[in-house]
Structure formats: C-alpha cells, structure tokens
C-alpha cells in the first residue's frame, strides 16, 4: 500500500467522522471552512511530509494539482490555515479523529484485543536551539527533547497519545492516558472489557492504580519501585500503613505473588514495538522540524502520525496481512 491508497482511506474516515460530529456543539460552524477542512491540509502535508508553504506553491503552478492528489476544489488560504492551527479545536478534532480510528479497529478485532492494554513514554530528542524544549531523563539517561505517551492495545492499536516536556514525569500523564482508553474502547463496544493495565516501574504510584481500577474496572500491573523486607524493622506496621493510604496499589501488588501476573506483564512488549515502529520509515514521528517546535505544535503532527499508523492496521485488517505490517507505506 502506498501514500495514495492510505490517503483515500483517511479521505473518507475523514468525512464519516465530520459527519458523526456535524451536529455537535463542541464544533461550532461560525468559520467559512470548518476544523474537518484544516485537518485535510494538515494530514496531507503529514503524509507527504512536505510544509504547507510548499503544498500553496504547488496550487499555483499546477493547475491540475487538487484533482490529482484528492484536494478539495477550494481550499483555505495559507495565512487562514496558519492561524485556525493555534485554535484548541484542532486538537480535539484530531483526539476525536484518532479515538475514531482507534475504535475502528477494535472492532474489527473483537473485544479480546482490549483484555490487555500497555501504557508507556518514549523519548523525542530535539535539537539545542529548541528553546521551547527540556531537560529530561529516562531509563537511558538525560535528553533534551520531549516525552510521547502512548497507551495501546494488544496487537499494537493507538487508543491515546500526548506530549509533553522531557522535564515532565509518568505522573503527568497517567490519568490523561487511561481516560482516552476508556473513551475509544467505549466507542468501540461500549463496555469496557479490560482485564489488566500493564506499565512499567515509573507508573508505580497510587494514582495509576486508582484510575485503573476506576475508569478502566482492570487491574495494573506494575513493577514495584522498592520492595520491603518482611523482616525489616516495623515491617507489619509499615505494611498496614500502605493498605490503608495506597489500598488500590497494595491490592495490585499482591498480583505479583502468582505467576500468571508475569507471563501478562510480558505482554507490554507490544508498547515497545510500536514506539520502535512510529520511529522508522514511514512514519519517523521522532524527527522534529524546525517550524513544528512546542508542545502544542508537535502534538498535532503526533496524532497525525498515529492516526496514520491506526488506518494503516485497518487497511492491514481488511486485506488479511499483519496487523502492524507497515512495509510498502510512503511518507
């Protein structure tokens, strides 16, 4: 499957989901093109990886430009395109485009693909003339860049992403994460069949548990950040006080006395697959240009990514191959 191909699935996604939102609210019909003609021109420019100023250019020098590519027959000027791309209504358009997909193909799937689901942060490194990044650091040291949170499913379905400074902690984002989980699988079957939530040891708080067993009625399975003695001193006291302030962390530890709990915990492996995935050609969600710096300009180009990856499995779905086989896409 080439670009091509992937950019008539995303053209009519595209159009059912402005459809399923014409009459919401939240999407006010007050601007001559509205935010589902914005996210043409940004997944266009996306998946051909060029800059909108390069897309404008062409407009004018190839009369038969649009008809070729699939453009609309009037399209939004660029000093127009530039400004609605600041307006907070682009990003939950794209939220609600890439829970649509997400939900898409867990249906496609069956209810069994959400039994596990994997949650984890990948580092994007940035350039030092990036003044709007940090400092940060992860299991392989310190980097200056930004942090990519991904929460997915078994055979690797976006179910939410976010972003933020390498400065910033697990504990941002856990909640954030597992409330768009909840929502696309809620689209997507309307219950929510989710036995374990698998993370790894930076996730190890209260907080994650809590959300765990309260938005997605699952439990996680973390590794502990430190264990305790039980012949250490004041132990028992030490151990009533955790099952009385952390009570959804103290349950979900004691998980990890059975040995079922670490043949799923090998499961969050598909976490890391898919981050390596999101890394390579095609989609190289890892490079950051120049006029794409800041949170809020590189999430947009980040959930353009993943709602890619997300149509790329349905199309793999529908065609019978492999899930994740992204071989053959063209930026």
């Not at 980097?143 to 179910?159: R, T």
């Not at 954030?176 to 790894?200: H, K, N, S, W």
Request: proline share 4%.
């Amino acid at each position: 499957m080439d670009s091509s191909e992937l950019w008539g699935i995303l053209s009519h996604a595209l159009a059912a989901v402005a459809r399923k939102h014409q009459s919401d609210p939240a999407y006010p019909s007050r601007w001559q093109y509205p935010v589902w003609h914005v996210l043409k021109v940004l997944l266009w420019c996306t998946i051909r990886d060029i800059a909108p100023w390069v897309l404008y250019e062409r407009l004018g020098t190839d009369a038969d430009f649009r008809r070729k590519h699939g453009l609309p027959t009037q399209l939004i000027s660029l000093s127009q395109y530039k400004k609605r791309l600041k307006e907070p209504l682009v990003r939950l358009a794209l939220i609600h485009f890439l829970q649509w997909t997400g939900a898409r193909a867990l249906r496609a799937l069956g209810p069994q693909e959400v039994r596990i689901v994997a949650m984890d942060l990948t580092r994007l490194e940035s350039s030092r003339r990036d003044l709007k990044a940090d400092w940060g650091w992860d299991s392989r040291g310190g980097f200056w860049g930004y942090k990519l949170g991904l929460i997915c499913s078994q055979q690797g379905v976006i179910l939410g992403l976010t972003l933020m400074k390498a400065n910033f902690t697990e504990y941002h984002v856990n909640t954030r994460l597992i409330r768009m989980a909840r929502e696309t699988i809620q689209t997507a079957f309307g219950a929510l069949p989710v036995d374990y939530l698998v993370c790894d040891a930076g996730f190890d708080g209260e907080r994650t548990y809590k959300a765990a067993h309260r938005q997605l009625e699952a439990s996680a399975l973390c590794p502990p950040k430190r264990l305790r003695s039980s012949k250490a001193k004041r132990a028992k006291q030490i151990l009533r006080h955790a099952q009385r302030r952390t009570p959804f962390r103290y349950l979900d530890h004691q998980l990890w006395e059975g040995a079922e709990a670490k043949e799923i915990y090998l499961k969050r492996t598909v976490i890391e697959q898919v981050n390596g995935q999101l890394k390579e050609a095609p989609f190289r969600i890892d490079e950051i240009p120049r006029r794409q710096r800041g949170v809020h300009r590189l999430l947009l180009r980040c959930l353009a990514k993943a709602i890619y990856f997300n149509l790329a499995i349905i199309a793999n779905i529908a065609l019978g191959r492999n899930t994740r086989q992204i071989r053959g896409l063209a930026a």
